[in-house]
């Protein structure tokens, strides 16, 4: 997995199918702890092939 960061978005490229959901789920509280935002507020989105950012909705 590769990860790109910023103050309110995540950007990763998982190789690993099956980690995908327990991937995004932790990437998703780690940005809303980060944002100090509700989960419900991330959005995550498909941006490439095996590649997904997670963004803060504001």
Do not use: Q, Y
């Not at 990437?27 to 509700?38: G, I, K």
């Amino acid at each position: 997995m590769t990860t790109f960061e910023s103050t309110d978005s995540v950007t990763l490229k998982i190789w690993d199918r099956s980690a995908m959901d327990h991937t995004l789920d932790a990437a998703v509280h780690d940005l809303s702890a980060r944002a100090n935002a509700p989960k419900h507020s991330i959005a995550v989105t498909c941006s490439g092939p095996n590649t997904f950012t997670g963004s803060l909705n504001r």
